[in-house]
């Protein structure tokens, strides 16, 4: 038997023990976007490195300020490429409550699937390549190439602890790698695995509206004084116009045309508008006129409000001008544009258009520039290689809209090639109630990252 059969053999066997891991990691609700849940967030750090230290790694645990790091590694092969595993072990909120099935923290098993916060954010499909190298480890094969791993708790907040760590003497050369793998993003769809060559990056803000002292009757004040919620509501709008597309000066400059080549390669894939906006529950899509609803996703920049608050918000009326008024916004960015040059321009735009009577602050929260990655790179022929014997079909290559802040500035530093490799699914539910990962997924994201390092190896 060569060595990947008894490799795959022993997959096959493991899948009860890969399952409970996966499981153990979900029950922690590691969520880096609350103070409140910064224990869990250590524990869940503490049980990433046990799972690495049980695959046979040399593993630390890096204090910050804020999330620990996690990095391991694996004996050097000279001669052979050295791959850099980053994934993050936090997780988004789970809110709403009300609206999951089972509860969050609690992993479910589906309809074939794992149900809980971070199930494919990224816990399992991070796992996969811990589970690999373990898998290597157990059938006492070494592995044919180093593999490196940077595991962190706060992603889905901007990571601003790993960005400080990158920055440090020495840091840059204990992470050399050539590629740095991630999976952290989805399969094309059902059936048909992927390998993504971009993401979006993202600027982040909030934007704080101030009006009178305090709340005033609307019926004696009202008209006499700025309304902080329709002050605030008017500049988010002035942001867009009906085309979809953002208004503030200079914003499209650096936006690089889509290439035919790639127009043509995504108009080819099976994607049905009809089907995608049932899937969400809408009766129309809406985006920048002129581009498909893949272009608009993948490869053009937008805007969103995510959160907005002002004045009352309990049962009944209650009538009063509101002394303030507050939104979460994002623009997502392609690349070459950059996040500080964006935040530049809203300052200015907010600036410009903030009306009197009324005092602003625009807090930048995080954000990270896009990436792209060249489709033609001989790692990404090694990942087409694994992906298709582990899940039965070729992958196609596509570009996708999340953002991964950290990774732009990851190649810089590291002067390495990307593989984006996602095995989530796009209706996972990331962010969302009830999200899942296929079970089967999992497997065989397990199963391709084993083969993962033998064809790198191969290089
Ligand atoms: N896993 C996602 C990134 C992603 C989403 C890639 C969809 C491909 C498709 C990641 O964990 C994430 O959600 N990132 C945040 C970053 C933000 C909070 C700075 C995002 O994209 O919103
Ligand atoms: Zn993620």
Known sequence: ??????????????????????????????????????????????????????????TRLIETQGPPLIYAESPPVPGKPVALVYGHYDVQPPDPLDLWTTPPFEPTERDGNLVARGATDDKGQMLTHINSVAAWNACGQPLPMQVKFLIEGEEEVGSEQLE??????????????????????????????????????????????????????????????????????????????????????????????????????????????????????VKALH??????????????????VHGLWSGYQGEGGKTIVPAKAGAKISFRLVPN??????????????????????????????????????????????????IELAFGKPPVLIREGGSIPIVAEMVERLNADVLLLGWGLDDDGAHSPNEKFRIEDYFRGIRASSHLWHQLAQL
């Open 164 to 281: 400080h760590y990158l920055a440090q003497p020495g840091i840059s050369e204990q992470l050399a790698c050539d590629v740095i793998v991630i999976s952290d993003s989805s399969q094309y769809a059902d059936g048909q695995p992927a390998i993504t060559y971009g993401l979006r990056g993202i600027a982040y803000f909030e934007l704080h509206f101030d009006g009178p002292r305090q709340d005033l009757h609307s019926g004696s004040f009202g008209g006499a004084v700025r309304n902080p919620a329709i002050a605030l509501s008017q500049l988010l709008s002035k942001l867009i116009d009906e085309q979809g597309r953002i208004q503030l000066p200079g914003f499209y400059d650096t936006v690089e045309p889509l290439q035919d080549s790639e127009r043509e390669m995504w108009s080819s894939l099976n994607f049905s508008d009809a089907d995608f906006a049932n899937q969400l529950g």
């Open 1 to 58: 038997m060569s060595d990947l059969q008894a490799i795959d053999q022993y997959l096959q066997q493991s899948q009860p023990k890969h399952l409970d891991v996966l499981k153990d990691l979900l029950r922690i609700p590691s969520v880096s976007a609350d103070p409140a849940f910064a224990e869990p967030v250590r524990t869940a750090a503490q049980s990433v490195v046990d799972t690495l230290e049980s695959a046979g790694l040399q």
């Open 337 to 386: 544009q950059s996040p500080q040059q964006v935040g530049q321009q809203l300052r200015q735009f907010v600036q410009e258009n903030t009306p009197p009577g009324i005092q602003i602050e625009l807090i930048d929260l995080h954000g990270g520039p896009g990436v792209v990655v060249d489709p033609n790179s001989p790692f990404v022929g090694a990942a087409h290689k694994a």
């Open 287 to 304: 985006g920048e006129h002129g581009f498909s609803t893949l272009e608009r996703r993948w490869a053009r920049p937008t805007y969103d």
